[in-house]
């Protein structure tokens, strides 16, 4: 059974203070990973998609990378705007076209 | 922004009663979804669509039931509601790939007595 797994649950962070989020992973043929970003109220935002291992992107203050086991969601000197709920999903071969979520990483930021 | 619709943002109704939810998108785009969210869950898949009367179970699919008359709408029913099915309900599209990003609507709270 495909599993997603993001730690910590809650992060919070000083204003221009570095660090990274987790998403963990167990999934038979990975056909790709996602990263999306959630404001209260609102859908779910896509930011990255990560196909292999060894694999980078970067958008502003993020960066997301990818091994074969989890996934990382860099963020450099994060801003009050970054505070958001992060969330990681996996899509696998065997099943079509869903997404597997993770529960998300709830994020804030304070000046 | 996706052109995705969701209505209504908002609805509570009693136990037993029958709910549609519906998505809208302007994009064409021939993948639809509907997925809940609760607490400590992650979003879970209820049912997709993959074109035109062509849909699918999800994770959760029990008490729910689909239909895609057209492209641009993708309906969500409730024939009976269940006090367990109050969620938030996204709406999510993708385009040809199927492992191209998907991307949500805003949802829909409702919330069942």
């Known amino acids: 059974e495909d599993q997603v797994t993001q730690s910590p649950e809650a992060l919070r962070l000083q204003e221009g203070e570095s660090s990274s989020l987790n998403c963990s992973y167990t999934?038979?043929?990975?056909?790709?990973l996602f990263w999306y970003r959630q404001d209260p109220g609102k859908g779910p935002e896509f930011l990255f998609t990560?196909?292999?291992a060894g694999e980078e992107k970067e958008k502003e203050r993020l960066k997301a990378t990818l091994t074969k086991k989890e996934s990382f969601l860099h963020i450099t000197a994060p801003k009050p705007e970054d505070s958001a709920t992060y969330l990681c999903?996996?899509?696998?071969?065997?099943?079509?076209?869903?997404?597997?979520f993770g529960k998300g990483t709830s994020l804030l930021v304070t000046p | 922004d996706a052109g995705i619709t969701q209505s209504p943002r908002h609805k509570v109704t009693e136990t037993g009663t029958p709910v549609t939810l519906r998505c809208h998108q302007t994009?064409?785009?021939?993948?639809m979804y509907w997925y809940r969210q609760d607490p400590g869950h992650g979003l879970r898949l209820i049912h997709y669509?993959?074109?035109?009367?062509?849909?699918d179970k999800g994770e959760v699919s029990d008490g729910y039931s689909v239909s895609r008359s057209k492209t641009e709408d993708f309906l969500l029913t409730l024939e009976s509601a269940t006090s367990s099915q109050t969620s938030v309900y996204f709406c999510?599209?993708?385009?040809?790939?199927?492992?191209?990003?998907?991307?949500f609507g805003d949802g829909t709270r409702l919330s069942i007595l």
């Open positions: 999510a599209i993708s385009s040809v790939d199927s492992n191209q990003p998907q991307h």
């Open positions: 999934v038979s043929g990975l056909r790709g």
């Open positions: 990560l196909y292999s």
């Open positions: 999903a996996v899509q696998a071969g065997h099943s079509g076209y869903a997404l597997n």
């Open positions: 994009e064409n785009h021939r993948y």
């Open positions: 669509s993959y074109g035109v009367k062509d849909t």
